[in-house]
C-alpha cells in the first residue's frame, strides 16, 4: 500500500491563480481531511469529509473549495490564491468517522504564494 | 471553539537529559492522540488514551492523561538524537467531534550531543 500521497510535493503561485493540490489514498479509508500548518500554529483543519459525496468545512476554510467524488480522492482546490496561503498543507485519511481512529498524513505540498 | 494549547514552544536539551511537554484543552476530551513530525516529514501517530488518568509507556516514552481529561503531558528519559522533532497533541470534542480533530501548537525538540 502507497498510503497517503499528495502532489505536487512543491509549488510556487502567484497571487490571484489558481490550482488543485491532490491527495490520494489506498487504503479505502471513509474519512479524509486538510490541514495546513504554519509556524506556531500546529495544524488546522481546513475541509473534510466523511465518504464520498460529503464534505463539510473545518476550522480555516475560506479560499478553498473541496469535493469527494471518489473514497480514493480528496483534493484541495484554491480559487485565487493568496500570500497568506503560503503553507504547508497535510492531506489525512482515517478508516471512518469514529474519534478513536489515528490519521494517516501524507508527505505534505509546500505552497509559496507570491 | 475549542482551543488546545502545548507548552513549551521550544527545548533544547543535551543529549541524555529528559524532555516533557504539557498539552491542555480549553473543553474536555474524549480521547487525545500525540503526533511525533520530524524536520521536513509528515505528522505520524505515536499513541492515543483514552481513560482518565491513564497512563502509557513506549520505551522511553511516558504518556499521560489527565484526571479531569482536559490535559495531558509526554516525557522522554534520556532524550537521544532520534527524538528530535515535533511533538503535537491532539483531541476530537466531546460530543460530535468525530474525527474533527483539534491540534495542540506543538513543541519543537532539539537534542544537541
Known amino acids: 500500500n502507497a498510503g497517503v500521497t499528495q502532489t505536487p510535493k512543491f509549488q510556487v503561485l502567484k497571487t490571484g491563480q489558481s490550482m488543485t493540490l491532490q491527495c490520494a489514498q489506498d487504503?479505502?479509508?471513509?474519512?479524509m481531511s486538510w490541514y495546513r500548518q504554519d509556524p506556531g500554529m500546529g495544524l488546522r483543519l481546513i475541509h473534510y469529509?466523511?465518504?464520498?459525496?460529503?464534505?463539510d468545512q473545518g476550522e480555516v476554510p475560506n479560499g478553498y473549495n473541496v469535493s469527494r467524488s471518489t473514497t480514493e480522492d480528496f483534493p484541495l482546490r484554491l480559487l485565487s490564491a493568496a500570500p497568506s496561503q503560503t503553507s504547508v498543507y497535510f492531506c489525512?485519511?482515517?478508516?471512518?468517522?469514529?474519534?478513536?481512529?489515528?490519521?494517516?498524513f501524507g508527505p505534505g505540498t509546500r505552497l509559496t504564494v507570491l | 471553539g475549542q482551543q488546545v494549547m502545548q507548552i513549551p514552544q521550544y527545548q533544547h536539551v543535551q543529549e541524555g537529559e529528559d524532555f516533557t511537554t504539557y498539552c491542555n484543552s480549553s473543553?474536555?476530551?474524549?480521547?487525545i492522540q500525540w503526533y511525533k513530525q520530524r524536520p521536513g516529514g509528515h505528522p505520524v501517530f505515536l499513541i492515543q488514551?483514552?481513560?482518565?488518568?491513564e497512563v502509557k509507556k513506549q520505551k522511553r516514552l511516558t504518556f499521560q492523561f489527565g484526571e479531569a481529561k482536559k490535559n495531558s503531558s509526554l516525557h522522554i528519559t534520556a532524550t537521544q538524537t532520534t527524538d528530535v522533532g515535533t511533538y503535537f497533541c491532539?483531541?476530537?470534542?466531546?460530543?460530535?467531534?468525530?474525527?474533527?480533530?483539534?491540534f495542540g501548537t506543538g513543541t519543537q525538540l532539539k537534542v544537541e550531543l
Open positions: 489525512a485519511s482515517s478508516p471512518d468517522w469514529s474519534s478513536y481512529n489515528e490519521q494517516f
Open positions: 491532539a483531541g476530537p470534542g466531546v460530543t460530535g467531534g468525530g474525527n474533527k480533530l483539534t
Open positions: 487504503m479505502n479509508h471513509e474519512y
Open positions: 473543553t474536555t476530551l474524549s480521547n
Open positions: 469529509s466523511v465518504g464520498a459525496g460529503i464534505t
Open positions: 488514551l483514552v481513560k482518565s488518568g
